[in-house]
């Protein structure tokens, strides 16, 4: 924890030494920046001439990358607002207040995240994939995210979350914080971050690039948050108090389901597209091994079998290879036309 924030002061409901407490700080101090300060400061103006003179292959392998974001910062946005509030408020969590603190800065920049992405899509690329008449919460996703298996993690993420709010029990909640706080944050976002942060000179995207260190500054106190409360299950059960005995095979587990889905997530804009910006599907993949060794392995102490999580993305690889992801977009299209349509005439 940075020390510069640790409290010189105490509470009486709130302990202002706890390291819940010392993220929720954190958040107060570097989570507030602005959106809409930030296109006034900024503006849109290279942006948009980076975007027009990208050729259209350029253009979409970028639109693809961006609309994963976007889905996935709704879709962990209302999340947080409703589930994720309910899980700190659990009996088997300690220390409910701070937790509780820190949740109302992690929903805000969640769908600060959300807010960004949405109006530069619309500002700098006049983009059809925001689909602003239908989203995952009224029954549909953007089409290029459910064409690949990326749709399935937010699935995942979104069932496990509701589950552990439901039931509080520590195996439950082991499960949501992993594939919210580990995976879809600290794998889906970091690796792609790092695509947008080594796209080629030509796609210079100011504002983009500056958005995405507020970004990765909030996304790096929200996986903390995981890491910190997943170590705390894990204490529990090490203890061996009967409670949470399976929170490790829990979290393992849940990773293994949801390897080979975020792995799409690479496939979508690099092979799939013929990765004209050359990001490189294998250094793709290079980026999210090394963040599970990190984060599963050496910070949380497990003991992840690379060579399966590697199995089951070369298995889910060979699968998805086969694929004509235009076909497989054009049908999802269709299918979101049509559920537009129904919406139009309120489902008459």
Same mark, same amino acid.
């Given at each position: 924890?940075?020390?510069?924030?640790?409290?010189?002061?105490? !509470?009486?409901?709130? /302990?202002?030494?706890?390291?819940?407490?010392?993220?929720?700080?954190?958040?107060?101090?570097?989570?507030?920046? =602005?959106?809409?300060?930030?296109?006034?400061?900024?503006?849109?103006?290279?942006?948009?001439?980076?975007?027009?003179?990208?050729?259209?292959?350029?253009?979409?392998?970028?639109?693809?990358?961006?609309? !994963?974001?976007?889905?996935?910062?709704?879709?962990?946005?209302?999340?947080?607002?409703?589930?994720?509030?309910?899980?700190?408020?659990?009996?088997?969590?300690?220390?409910?207040?701070?937790?509780?603190?820190?949740?109302?800065? @992690?929903?805000?920049?969640?769908?600060?995240?959300?807010?960004?992405?949405?109006?530069?899509?619309?500002?700098?690329?006049?983009?059809?994939?925001?689909?602003?008449?239908?989203?995952?919460?009224?029954?549909?996703?953007?089409?290029?995210?459910?064409?690949?298996?990326?749709?399935?993690?937010?699935?995942?993420?979104?069932?496990?979350?509701?589950?552990?709010?439901?039931?509080?029990?520590?195996?439950?909640?082991?499960?949501?914080?992993?594939?919210?706080?580990? /995976?879809?944050?600290?794998?889906?976002?970091?690796?792609?971050?790092?695509?947008?942060?080594?796209?080629?000179?030509?796609?210079?995207?100011?504002?983009? =690039?500056?958005?995405?260190?507020?970004?990765?500054?909030?996304?790096?106190?929200?996986?903390?948050?995981?890491?910190?409360?997943?170590?705390?299950?894990?204490?529990?059960?090490?203890?061996?108090?009967?409670?949470?005995?399976?929170?490790?095979?829990?979290?393992? =587990?849940?990773?293994?389901?949801?390897?080979?889905?975020?792995?799409?997530?690479?496939?979508?804009?690099?092979?799939?597209?013929?990765?004209? @910006?050359?990001?490189?599907?294998?250094?793709?993949?290079?980026?999210?091994?090394?963040?599970?060794?990190?984060?599963?392995?050496?910070?949380?102490?497990?003991?992840?079998?690379?060579?399966?999580?590697?199995?089951?993305?070369?298995?889910?690889?060979?699968?998805?290879?086969?694929?004509?992801?235009?076909?497989?977009?054009?049908?999802?299209?269709?299918?979101?036309?049509?559920?537009?349509?129904?919406?139009?005439?309120?489902?008459?």
């Amino acid at each position: 924890m940075t020390q510069g924030l640790q409290s010189q002061y105490s !509470g009486q409901r709130v /302990n202002t030494q706890s390291r819940w407490y010392t993220l929720f700080q954190k958040g107060v101090e570097l989570g507030t920046w =602005n959106v809409e300060k930030l296109f006034d400061e900024i503006g849109f103006e290279q942006d948009r001439a980076s975007w027009a003179a990208l050729e259209p292959a350029e253009r979409d392998q970028i639109r693809y990358l961006l609309s !994963g974001f976007l889905d996935g910062e709704r879709e962990v946005a209302g999340d947080a607002a409703t589930n994720l509030q309910r899980i700190m408020q659990s009996p088997c969590l300690e220390s409910n207040t701070e937790k509780e603190m820190y949740m109302t800065m @992690l929903t805000l920049t969640e769908h600060k995240h959300t807010q960004f992405l949405d109006v530069y899509m619309e500002e700098v690329m006049n983009d059809a994939d925001n689909y602003t008449d239908l989203d995952p919460r009224r029954g549909s996703r953007i089409p290029i995210v459910q064409a690949t298996g990326l749709g399935e993690v937010f699935e995942h993420q979104g069932l496990l979350t509701a589950k552990a709010a439901s039931t509080r029990d520590p195996i439950d909640i082991a499960k949501a914080a992993t594939t919210y706080h580990m /995976n879809v944050e600290g794998i889906l976002a970091r690796v792609g971050s790092s695509a947008i942060s080594r796209f080629p000179p030509r796609a210079d995207f100011p504002l983009l =690039n500056y958005a995405f260190k507020f970004i990765s500054t909030d996304e790096g106190r929200h996986i903390t948050h995981g890491i910190e409360l997943l170590k705390e299950l894990l204490e529990h059960e090490r203890a061996g108090e009967p409670q949470y005995q399976g929170v490790e095979r829990a979290i393992v =587990n849940t990773l293994y389901q949801d390897v080979p889905y975020m792995a799409d997530f690479g496939y979508m804009f690099t092979d799939a597209l013929d990765d004209p @910006l050359e990001l490189d599907f294998n250094e793709v993949l290079m980026r999210g091994g090394n963040l599970i060794d990190g984060m599963y392995n050496e910070t949380l102490g497990l003991d992840v079998d690379y060579m399966e999580v590697i199995s089951v993305v070369r298995d889910r690889y060979l699968e998805i290879n086969e694929w004509d992801i235009k076909e497989r977009l054009a049908e999802h299209e269709q299918q979101y036309q049509r559920k537009r349509g129904v919406a139009a005439d309120g489902g008459n």
